[in-house]
């Protein structure tokens, strides 16, 4: 399968679910976007359109984390839980953003999990 055919589906399936799931203050979009070496997440109030917070994995406070992947994707899921559970955000809806729930994204929804996040 070619590039320019993996990102058009992609972005197909990104308009589906996102059409599914809107985010509100009390209840964001949990989005996660993956790179071949990084990772990022997101929680978005879509109602006014803004950013609540994000995480990812090429902030200064986490260059240093260390382990594959997959372990870093999931550190990064608890360390965006923790920090919506300190703002006072419990539930979120969970946008894969059109990747598969699977390996990185799976690992960073788990993680996300364990902090305390309901989705």
């Avoid at 979009?29 to 917070?53: E, F, K, P």
Wanted: with cysteine; charged share 30%.
């Amino acid at each position: 399968m070619g590039q320019v055919v993996k990102v058009v589906r992609r972005q197909k399936i990104k308009k589906r679910s996102k059409a599914r799931g809107q985010g509100s203050a009390e209840k964001p979009r949990l989005c996660v976007y993956r790179s071949l070496s990084q990772i990022y997440a997101q929680l978005v109030d879509d109602n006014n359109g803004s950013t609540l917070l994000a995480v990812s994995s090429m902030s200064k406070e986490n260059k240093a984390l260390k382990g594959s992947k997959t372990e870093v994707s999931r550190a990064i899921g608890k360390q965006i839980g923790e920090k919506a559970m300190e703002k006072g955000i419990t539930k979120v809806v969970f946008d894969r953003n059109g990747f598969r729930y699977h390996g990185r994204v799976q690992a960073l929804a788990e993680g996300a999990r364990e902090a305390g996040l309901v989705f």
